[in-house]
């Protein structure tokens, strides 16, 4: 007999009736207010398909939003290279990863931040390919040594030497994506085996909140489509400033962004795949600072992971950020609530839910290690509670019987050895006495040895020799 674990069908932060609230509220917006759309090349694409264009406004009919999602895959997956799992985006899994462009990097040895390089992208990278529960590499720090010009080719080969973990990134410019795509294909060995087993993605922050498409980034989103790369598309609002202060307000603004860019999207290719991408954010009604770490932004980011189901897509989704300037106390229990909260809620794809510090400006090393351990255990409370006949134990208990002790029934060496119960490689699980013996390092000093013992090992050679030199003809590689 086959167990099955009590998941259910993820947290219900909003109720049936308030989904459908939100998705009607936000099909009127898109009918009535619509999208500023300043590219006129768009423009012409969307009324082509059956938008109404105003002068520079686009308003989008139900029937039409409808057909889209009807496009739009709700299964696809995003590969890896290697033994690296593939990760099967909208079948229920939950997968969990880095996140960001951080400016610095927290120095452990100096105590301070410094700005981050290409050779620090390269150790996160080669990082957290090691750390078992962080799933995917989203290029979670901007290399301030390398010029604007070279700064995405060389951050994508930084990514695919040191990682064989999805890989995803941003691209400056539709010409930038056509050099990403032709070294990506390099490395899979041909454009056509890329486009089978895409093992780079891209984040296009296409839409500049409340309702207006940035062209730039919109062009990019163009050309990456074209390409068949799987796109995230991320719109970001703000409470009280770009969005509604109210939590229903921002979540309906943004799922009628997110609605208009899957419409734009099919427009440009029909079934591309494209993961709903909002992220949502709470503020400071004192200063108007960015709260990524505030509970609001993790109820409204799970809130988030409803809506995509609700119409049928995979989702891109945010937690495990923290305004904390280390891995102090407000670091972890921000972090834990919010990670908890969306997975628990079935986040498809959960990026920044390693590593960040200091409201995205910045990350550490040892907070992957420690992220790491929040990110399993959000991932087994997701698992649930695993009842059949052997975790039930009906006929051991008997067995034991009334007063009895299980220690040295071999069941329990089973279950220990089990994936029943986690064990998070940073906690201090030791009695006081025997935990001052060992030194009596807690949880951050036990995380920096274990970042000193991943970048201490030998690297494995993830893109082949002669296909590096290849990279290194064409690219100016500054690694």
């Known amino acids: 007999m086959s167990g099955e674990r009590t998941t ?3 947290l219900p932060v909003l109720s049936d ?26 423009r012409e694409l969307l009324t082509e398909r059956g938008a109404k264009a105003d002068g520079t406004r686009v308003r ?34 939950v997968y969990l990863g880095t996140g960001g462009a951080a400016i610095r990097i927290l120095d452990s ?21 090691n750390l078992e529960h962080i799933h995917f590499f989203l290029r979670p720090v901007i290399a301030r040594d390398v010029p604007d010009d070279e700064l995405d080719e060389n951050t994508l080969f930084a990514c695919l030497a040191n990682t064989q973990k999805h890989v995803t990134m941003a691209a400056s410019s539709p010409e930038s994506v056509d050099r990403l795509v032709h070294m990506a294909s390099m490395v899979a060995g041909g454009e056509e085996e890329f486009r089978k087993r895409p093992f780079l993605s891209l984040t296009c922050s296409w839409m500049v909140s409340p309702l207006r498409v940035d062209t730039g980034v919109a062009r990019v989103l163009k050309r990456a489509v074209e390409h068949s790369i799987p796109v995230m598309l991320s719109s970001a609002p703000m409470a009280g400033s770009t969005a509604p202060a109210s939590l229903a307000g921002l979540l309906t603004q943004v799922h ?18 494209v993961l709903y991408g909002p992220v949502p954010a709470a503020a400071s009604f004192r200063t108007m600072a960015y709260l990524g770490g505030a509970v609001e932004s993790g109820l409204m980011n799970a ?18 950020l923290t305004e904390a300037k280390s891995g102090d106390v407000q670091a972890g229990y921000e972090k834990a609530t919010n990670v908890l909260l969306v997975t628990l809620a079935g986040g498809d794809y959960v990026h920044h839910a390693a590593g960040m510090l200091d409201s995205m400006l910045g990350v550490s090393f040892e ?14 409370a997701r698992d649930g509670v695993r009842v059949d006949e052997e975790t039930v134990a009906e006929e051991l208990i008997g067995k034991v019987g009334p007063g009895g002790n299980f220690l040295a029934q071999r069941h329990t060496v089973n279950m220990a050895r089990s994936d029943e119960y986690f064990h998070p490689a940073t906690a201090v699980r030791d009695s006081l006495t025997d935990w001052e013996k060992k030194g009596g390092a807690e949880a951050e000093q036990r995380a920096k040895e274990l970042v000193e013992d991943i970048l201490g090992k030998e690297r494995q050679r993830f893109i082949p020799e002669d296909v590096e030199k290849k990279i290194r003809d064409e690219y100016r590689i500054r690694l």
């Open 367 to 380: 907070q992957y290690v420690l992220d790491n351990d929040i990110c399993g255990m959000a991932l087994r």
């Open 17 to 42: 009736e308030q989904l459908g609230h939100i998705h009607s509220a936000a099909l009127r917006l898109l009918s009535k207010v619509g999208v500023e759309v300043g590219d006129s090349d768009l």
């Open 8 to 10: 259910g069908s993820g």
């Open 109 to 129: 040895k100096e105590g301070k931040f410094r700005e981050s390089t290409l050779q620090d992208l390269a150790q996160l990278a080669w990082l957290v390919d």
């Open 256 to 273: 009628a962004e997110e609605l208009s860019g899957v419409v734009l999207s099919q427009t440009i290719h029909p079934g591309a795949p």
């Open 303 to 320: 809130a988030a992971v409803q809506l995509a189901h609700y119409i049928g897509l995979p989702i891109y989704t945010d937690a495990g």
């Open 60 to 93: 989008f009919g139900e029937k039409m939003i409808n057909e889209a999602l009807d496009e739009a895959p709700s299964e696809f997956s995003l590969h890896a290279r290697g033994e690296q799992p593939t990760l099967a985006l909208g079948t229920g899994e």
